[in-house]
């Protein structure tokens, strides 16, 4: 019997820095029988050529080189080019264990699944943070899929008990999908430019439309670089507010459109509310005066999407600076959420 072939999609943008350790992880995996798409998405670094000098050596690498597309269009081009009957996602500063592969392939031969999932370690440099998806290995069948398939919508319940764990699912990487069901369905990963950095979560959200089974695995097989863990309080994203309110249209659309049930909507308000950090931290770094700041705040917690959310908000799971927080969010008292905002950006600092 043919051994069934695993793509495994890298895409590449100045990450040279990083690059032999990604691919060395994948080149070296125990299952052999792969194929590595590597799309050079128009790097202004070395990067293409550490590519060329991998696949010089290993028949298995197939490079592409390309203008600067963005992360979404260029996984699109590897989905195209695979021909696997598997596919995987590998993100270039990353890397990966070198049993992923075989462990995760025996598990969907033999579980017959849709998806396997893992979870996967938080790594600042010499510091492992492992992120643990769900509670426990698990098979899921049947109608214990749209219980999976909620989570990608947001929290709920106990689950508030750690916000953190808001998007632990989202990626699309640590997971080994069937191609056929990703080529049958032409699902395709949304422009970054129209929905933020969330192109992830929303694919996920469409694949287990399809998904008829799936088995998580309780192990980090994935080793996610968090080369600045500052990320957050980084850099200015001046649309993130539009491009999160078109994220949670598409939401609310597939809610309506399928008839999902009420769980996934309580899902997508507690999300709302979520992001009211994210929005919130993304204003600290305009770079603009404390005034203007507490304006765009104000605005923020006042645009009714975000007042509606947190009507239904359960705050009795949270810790308790988390429900400080979201009482000031659901009263628009924006001065003291900005107050909160400057000390979660110090903690995260802090770390």
């Given amino acids: 019997m043919a051994k069934a072939l695993i793509s495994i999609v890298v895409p590449v943008y100045n990450t040279a820095k990083y690059l032999h350790h990604c691919l060395d992880s994948i080149v070296r995996q125990t299952y052999e029988h792969i194929e590595v798409i590597c799309i050079n998405d128009g790097s202004t670094d070395e990067s293409l050529q550490i590519l060329e000098e991998f696949a010089s050596k290993d028949k298995r690498i197939v490079v592409i080189d390309q203008l600067n597309q963005g992360l979404s269009e260029t996984r699109n081009k590897g989905i195209l080019r695979a021909t696997g009957s598997y596919l995987m996602f590998v993100d270039s500063d990353d890397w990966i264990e070198l049993d992923m592969c075989e462990q995760m392939l025996q598990i969907a031969e033999k579980r017959n699944v849709d998806i396997v999932l893992s ?20 098979y899921y069948v049947d109608m214990e899929i749209q219980e999976l398939r909620r989570r990608l919508w947001g929290l709920c319940g106990e689950e508030l008990r750690d916000p953190s764990q808001g998007d632990s699912m989202g990626s699309s990487s640590m997971k080994l999908y069937r191609r056929e069901i990703i080529i049958g369905q032409q699902l395709r990963f949304v422009d970054t430019r129209e929905v933020g950095s969330a192109e992830d979560v ?29 990320s957050l309080t980084s850099s200015y994203r001046p649309n993130l507010f539009k491009q999160w309110g078109n994220l949670f249209s598409r939401f609310e659309s597939m809610i309506r459109e399928e008839n999902l049930p009420f769980d996934f909507k309580i899902a997508l308000n507690n999300r709302i509310c979520l992001g009211l950090i994210g929005l919130g931290l993304n204003e600290l770094n305009s770079g603009h005066n404390y005034t203007n700041i507490r304006r765009k705040i104000d605005n923020i917690v006042n645009a009714p999407l975000y007042v509606e959310a947190c009507k239904t908000l359960d705050f009795r799971y949270f810790p308790i600076h988390w429900k400080l927080f979201f009482y000031c969010a659901k009263k628009g008292y924006s001065r003291s959420i900005l107050l909160m905002l400057y000390a979660i950006r110090y903690m995260i600092y802090k770390k």
């Avoid at 996967?120 to 509670?135: A, H, M, Q, S």
């Avoid at 695995?217 to 968090?226: D, P």
């Fill in 119 to 138: 979870s996967y370690n938080r790594c600042f440099g010499e510091v492992i943070k492992p992120k643990l998806v769900l509670p426990e290995e698990r």
């Fill in 202 to 230: 929303l694919f996920n959200a469409e694949y287990f439309r399809f998904v008829r089974s799936a088995y998580y695995i309780h192990k980090c097989f994935y080793q996610y670089r968090k080369v600045n863990n500052q």
